[in-house]
C-alpha cells in the first residue's frame, strides 16, 4: 500500500492553457475525491467517483472542469482555458466502500500556479 | 449545507504545553476525521473518530456526535506538532468531507 499519489506536485501554466492532473488512489479503494485548496482556507469539495462513476459534482466545478476515472482506478481532472483564479492546490483523497469505516486518505496534491 | 467551525483559529504554544482544539459542526454525520497539515500541503490522518475517544501517543480525540462537537488534545507540545490542524466531516451519501477553516498552531522553543 503506497497511498494516494498525486502527479505533477507542482504546475506553473500560461493563462489560457489546458492542464492535467492525475491521482493514483489507494489500490482496494473503490471511491475517489477531489478538492480544492486555497491559501488560509480549508479543502473544498469538487468531485467524488464510486468506481469509474461519477456520482457527485460540486457548483465550485465549472464547465471548464471535467474529470475522469475511465477504469474505476485512477482519475484525471483537467481544466480548460485556465484562468489566474485557478491557481489552488488540488487533492486527491480515496475511500473505501462504506461499511464500518468510511475513513479517507489523502495525496500530495498538485499545486497550480496559473500566471 | 454541513458547517463546520473551528476555534481558535490560531494558537501559539510554548514548548511543553498542553492545548485542545474544538469543532463543531451543524448536522449529524457519521464521519469526523482530524486532519494535520504539514509544510508542503499534504494532510495527515490523525484520527477517524465519528464518535467516542481515541489516543494515540501525544495526541487523543474525542466526539460527542450527540453534542455536534470534537475536541482534539494535544500534550507536551513539540516544535514539530506546528502547522494547520483541520477537522473534517461526512455524511453518508457518498461521505464527501467538509472541512472547518482549520486551526493554525504555532510551537515555540
Known amino acids: 500500500d503506497t497511498g494516494v499519489s498525486q502527479n505533477p506536485r507542482h504546475k506553473i501554466t500560461k493563462r489560457g492553457q489546458n492542464v492535467t492532473f492525475r491521482c493514483d488512489p489507494i489500490s482496494e479503494h473503490n471511491r475517489l475525491y477531489w478538492y480544492r485548496q486555497t491559501l488560509g482556507q480549508g479543502p473544498e469539495f469538487l468531485t467524488y467517483f464510486q468506481n469509474e462513476a461519477q456520482l457527485e459534482k460540486s457548483r465550485l466545478l465549472s464547465d471548464r472542469f471535467s474529470a475522469e476515472r475511465p477504469k474505476g482506478s485512477f482519475s484525471t481532472l483537467e481544466i480548460q482555458r485556465t484562468e489566474q483564479g485557478d491557481s489552488a492546490m488540488y487533492l486527491c483523497?480515496?475511500?473505501?466502500?462504506?461499511?464500518?469505516?468510511?475513513?479517507?486518505?489523502f495525496g500530495q496534491g498538485t499545486r497550480l500556479t496559473v500566471v | 449545507g454541513i458547517q463546520v467551525e473551528q476555534s481558535p483559529p490560531d494558537l501559539i504554544l510554548q514548548e511543553g504545553a498542553n492545548s485542545t482544539l474544538r469543532c463543531n459542526f451543524s448536522?449529524?454525520?457519521?464521519?469526523l476525521q482530524w486532519f494535520h497539515q504539514n509544510p508542503w500541503g499534504q494532510l495527515i490522518n490523525l484520527f477517524y473518530i465519528p464518535s467516542g475517544t481515541k489516543q494515540n501517543g501525544r495526541l487523543s480525540a474525542t466526539t460527542v456526535a450527540t453534542e455536534r462537537y470534537s475536541l482534539l488534545y494535544i500534550s507536551s507540545s513539540q516544535t514539530t506538532d506546528s502547522g494547520v490542524y483541520f477537522c473534517?466531516?461526512?455524511?453518508?451519501?457518498?461521505?464527501?468531507?467538509?472541512f472547518g477553516g482549520g486551526t493554525r498552531v504555532l510551537v515555540k522553543p
Open positions: 483523497a480515496s475511500s473505501s466502500r462504506p461499511v464500518m469505516n468510511t475513513e479517507a486518505f
Open positions: 448536522d449529524s454525520v457519521n464521519n
Open positions: 473534517a466531516v461526512g455524511k453518508a451519501a457518498g461521505n464527501k468531507l467538509t
